[in-house]
T-cell receptor
Framework: NAGVTQTPKFQVLKTGQSMTLQCAQD?????MSWYRQDPGMGLRLIHY???????DQGEVPNGYNVSRSTTEDFPLRLLSAAPSQTSVYFC????????????FGPGTRLTVL | SQQGEEDPQALSIQEGENATMNCSYK?????LQWYRQNSGRGLVHLIL?????REKHSGRLRVTLDTSKKSSSLLITASRAADTASYFC????????????FGKGTKLSVKP
């Protein structure tokens, strides 16, 4: 099993550009989530999904969109990139909410100029 | 908002010593989890302790939970240089939607 994969690993954008961060898992997990990690801030939840067709907002959803058309994929879209979105983005998955450990992808380092 | 706060923010020890990290949180929890993050990598789950448990062990890891003080500690015994990483506590709030809320982490450096 590949686990949780993310592409790209690095990305540089100009302010106002849009892009999609890809996330896929091959563990048949129902729950998937996106976090951003900023220096000294730990991880903050952006959006999450409890199954195909179901998404919800986390702590810092503004400026990001998600969709979940399949169990395996959970892309994160930046609509109009801003320098404040410079961060490292992690995708994670688990069997479900509450008592399950989460499996993390390797991260995407995004810089917005 | 951050639920957990780790203490200390940074810890430097010699190989073979024990490392203790603490986590305090604000609201009642369903469970508390500890994760490790090596530099530039994703997080790896270490251990989960439920709100009705007081102590758990996994190899060289020992986690305690004191719900009356809203705090947890992670002890790594006989540390190795390979334990150098950042360690995060994360909580699932009781009555919440079930998402993890992470603290800011403790950066552990183990010198050979």
């Amino acid at each position: 099993n590949a686990g949780v994969t993310q592409t790209p690993k690095f990305q540089v954008l100009k302010t106002g550009q849009s892009m999609t961060l890809q996330c896929a898992q091959d563990m048949n997990h129902e729950y998937m989530s996106w976090y951003r990690q900023d220096p000294g801030m730990g991880l903050r939840l952006i959006h999450y999904s409890v199954g195909a067709g179901i998404t919800d907002q986390g702590e810092v959803p503004n400026g990001y969109n998600v969709s979940r058309s399949t169990t395996e994929d959970f892309p994160l879209r930046l609509l109009s990139a801003a320098p404040s979105q410079t961060s490292v983005y992690f995708c994670a998955s688990s069997q479900g909410l509450f008592v399950n450990e989460q499996f993390f992808g390797p991260g995407t380092r995004l810089t917005v100029l | 908002s951050q639920q957990g706060e780790e203490d200390p923010q940074a810890l430097s020890i010699q190989e073979g010593e024990n490392a203790t990290m603490n986590c305090s949180y604000k609201t009642s929890i369903n469970n508390l989890q500890w994760y490790r993050q090596n530099s530039g990598r994703g997080l790896v789950h270490l251990i989960l302790i439920r709100s009705n448990e007081r102590e758990k062990h996994s190899g060289r890891l020992r986690v305690t939970l004191d719900t009356s003080k809203k705090s947890s500690s992670l002890l790594i015994t006989a540390s190795r240089a390979a334990d150098t990483a950042s360690y995060f506590c994360a909580t699932v709030g009781k009555g919440s939607q079930g998402n993890l809320i992470f603290g800011k982490g403790t950066k552990l450096s183990v010198k050979p």
